[in-house]
Structure formats: structure tokens, C-alpha cells
């Protein structure tokens, strides 16, 4: 990541260069993340569509679900027939903050945290959720805003409360967009006086480029043999979009006419937005809108993407006081740690190709690991 042209291909904006330099005081670029997948049946295995590095949520909101649903009555039945575990996270992402802020310099001291994001987006009540988990761990903890943190003598503070580790759920593009380069978030963590993650550097990663630069022909000699095998396997053909000659699998292709020509087979991705923002599946677009969004693709950073198939599962449903049994699209999303492993899966059901629940094209639904007693 030290060369910039290579770090080029990200597409990175220059004030997002300019966070990247700044050092984090811990190890890995994303310590908590979560991958967007299908399970697809017939390729036996997951196909990666996204990475989210930024700001993955769903954490305490999959433990509190799982929770509800053990307690529904129509477990106690199933229960007795199957072995049903869960799979937590909450305890991941604390064990996350706690790594980073020991490797940040404070291996003595317990961290005073902040979670922190606007006051008014939907997801607050995922934040009460794991600001309760924290203060059942012995932590001091704080819900705040960007708009209510101030940098003053080297300490950054939210009122009285003194903040030395940030569990930062802002998005990065919405704090420098509304706060500035000098908002005292930035000035506190670029001058050490703050842990915060996941950290500046993160945006490398979580820009849906970072699966263009996998998938990219003129990159591959930077992957062995089991690499290879493994983007060839998991990761859909993804191509920054640009008036040049790209690989396509086999064969050699002019990118834009490709776009354009196989529209029924392809998606196209703004290269940093989130809750479904800006995608175009061309499949539900007629010629005119997806020809208008390869312009704006010429001119903003996006990334085309192949189409992959959804898998589609019966679930039941509630109708007018009726339980049906109807055809519903789901992902498989699992929450990664350190890039290392897995702990907890967010799994969202919807009728519409577009499974986003924020964008309200999708539910979210327990997720647990079955096995017949």
C-alpha cells in the first residue's frame, strides 16, 4: 500500500490520501468488517460482492436478534428436534476495540469510549445496544455525536466526558463532508491522542474498487496459484470503469461497448456509497438509464460488476393474519475480525434483487448454526 500507483487503483480522493497517512498506532487497516455474499448452491461456495471496511454494522443487532428468537414459542417445539447455536459478535468487537487500543499505547489504562455517529441515524438503537454490552463489561462508555466532540489541550471530549478510544460508526465520507479536514476527530487521531477504529485507513479497503484490483488481469502476479484460485472461485468478475481494454475471463474486450452490450448480465456500483445507494442492476434497467449511468461512470469513480445469481429459499410470512410460505432472496454476510475469522452472520431476506435493509429492500433474520439431535 506504500506505492501510490498502485494505491491509484483504489481509487482513493485526494483528501481520502491524505487520512491514509496517518497512522492508526495498531496493526490491521480494518479490524472489524463484514463481507456481502451469496451462498450459491449450484458453484458450491460464497461469491463475495462487497467489502464493507468502513463502518460494518449489525453486530449487537444479530445477538439481540438471536436472542428474541430463542425465545419465541415456536422454538420450544423445534428445539427438542434440532441443536440450534447462535453465533454472537458483540464479544468480537469488543475484544477488536480492546487489541487496537493496546497496540495504540494504553495497555494499563481500561479505554473511555464513544461510539459515535449522528444522533439521527436509523441504526442509533444498534448503539444503545452495544453501549449497555460495554457497561456490563466494567467500561465507561458514551453515545455522541461529531457535532458535540471538542479537541481542546490534547484530549478530545464529549462534554466532560474524557474520550481516548473512539468505536467510530460515522461514515468517514460523512464526517469530512459535514465536519472538514480540521474537524477535531481528524486533528485528535492524527495527532495520537485518540485510538479510533476502525481507522482512516480503512477507506482502502471498504472502496468497491478493492475487488476490482482482485479481479484485475494486470494484478495477478502479485497473488500465487491458492490466491488466484481463490478470487477466481469466490469473487465475481468487478472492473473499474474506464474507456480501455479489460480481461474478461478468457478474452480481451473495449470495456465500454462490453457495458453497454451485455447489460442483462451486469451491475453497476458507485465506488463509495453504502445501503444500496447509486447501484443500477441492469437486468430492471431499459438502455436509456443504463447508457446515462455509464456517463456519469466516466466521470465519477464506479465499477462494473458481473451478475450473480441469488439464491431464492421458501420463508414464511405474515398476510392479512395468514401465515404463507413465499419465495424470498437472501445473503449471507459474515462479520470478520482482523481479516482473520468469523464471528456472527447477518442474513437478510427480500423479494427484491437489491438486498439492502437500510435501503428498505430487506429484512434482517436470526442466523443460526442447525443440526438435527
Known sequence: ???????????????????????????????????DTFFVTERGGLRLTEYNADTPASPAYNDALSEMTYGLPVMREFLRRYEVRPLPARHSVLHTLIDAYQQWGNSHKAPRIAILDWREVPSFSEFVLFAEYFKSQGLECIITDPREVEYTNGRLVAGDFHITLIYKRVLISE???????????????????????????????????????????RNAKLFNAAEREAIAAHIPWTCRVE??????????????????????????????????????????????????TILTALNEPYIVQER??????????????????????????????????????????????????SAGTGSAAATYIVEKR
Not at 447489460?263 to 436509456?288: A, H
Not at 454476510?333 to 437489491?354: K, M, T, W
Open 175 to 217: 464526517l469530512i463532508e459535514r465536519g472538514g479536514m480540521n474537524h477535531p476527530v481528524v486533528r485528535a487521531v492524527r495527532d495520537g491522542a485518540v485510538c479510533m477504529v476502525n481507522p482512516f485507513r480503512c477507506k482502502i479497503l471498504h472502496k468497491k474498487a478493492s475487488l476490482a484490483v482482485l479481479s484485475d488481469e
Open 1 to 35: 500500500m506504500a506505492d501510490k500507483d498502485f494505491r491509484s487503483q483504489f481509487g482513493l480522493l485526494d483528501w481520502e490520501e491524505e487520512l491514509v497517512q496517518y497512522s492508526p498506532g495498531f496493526r490491521d487497516p480494518s479490524p472489524t468488517s463484514r463481507v
Open 308 to 357: 450473480v445469481a441469488i439464491p431464492t429459499e421458501p420463508y414464511p410470512i405474515m398476510i392479512d393474519g395468514q401465515v404463507q410460505f413465499i419465495d424470498q432472496m437472501l445473503d449471507t454476510n459474515p462479520l470478520v475480525f482482523y481479516g482473520d475469522y468469523v464471528d456472527g452472520c447477518l442474513s437478510r431476506l427480500s423479494s427484491e434483487a437489491l438486498l439492502n435493509v
Open 243 to 292: 474507456n480501455r481494454q479489460a480481461q474478461y475471463h478468457d478474452q480481451t474486450i473495449d470495456l465500454i461497448p462490453f457495458i453497454l452490450k451485455h447489460r442483462e448480465n451486469l451491475v453497476l456500483k458507485p465506488n463509495d456509497e453504502y445501503g444500496g445507494r447509486g447501484v443500477v442492476l441492469g437486468w430492471q434497467s431499459d438502455t436509456s438509464s443504463w447508457e446515462q
